[in-house]
């Protein structure tokens, strides 16, 4: 069974950084999609980031040049480093494994709240 389990949500001020970390376990396709999506109260789940098997990337524009994903795909990681946070990117964060054959896994999500 395919498990996706991320790490590295909390509290941080406007301003600051967190990195989050996707563990994948179990068997995905080589060429997966993996990314990360976000839901704010009352907002649906929103596209973050994706990143291909080969790195090409993919941002929303809320994000784009203060977040960066990675991933290594022998390991089936990926993460998010997200900086110069501001009270918007206030939201329960979810990593996602996709591809057309197998669609969606998610994650159980991990909060980040960011507040003075």
């Known amino acids: 069974q395919v498990q996706l389990m991320e790490s590295g949500g909390g509290l941080v001020q406007p301003g600051g950084s967190l990195r989050l970390s996707c563990a994948v376990s179990g068997s995905i396709m080589t060429n997966a999609r993996m990314g990360w999506y976000r839901q704010a109260p009352g907002r649906q789940r929103e596209l973050v980031a994706t990143?291909?098997?080969?790195?090409?990337?993919n941002y929303a524009d809320s994000v784009e040049r203060r977040f960066t994903i990675s991933r290594h795909n022998a390991k089936n990681m990926v993460w998010l480093l997200m900086d110069s946070l501001n009270p918007e990117d206030t939201a329960v964060y979810f990593c996602?494994?996709?591809?057309?054959?197998?669609?969606?896994?998610w994650g159980q999500g991990t909060l980040v709240t960011v507040s003075s």
């Open positions: 990143i291909t098997s080969g790195g090409t990337t």
């Open positions: 996602n494994v996709w591809h057309r054959r197998t669609g969606n896994y």
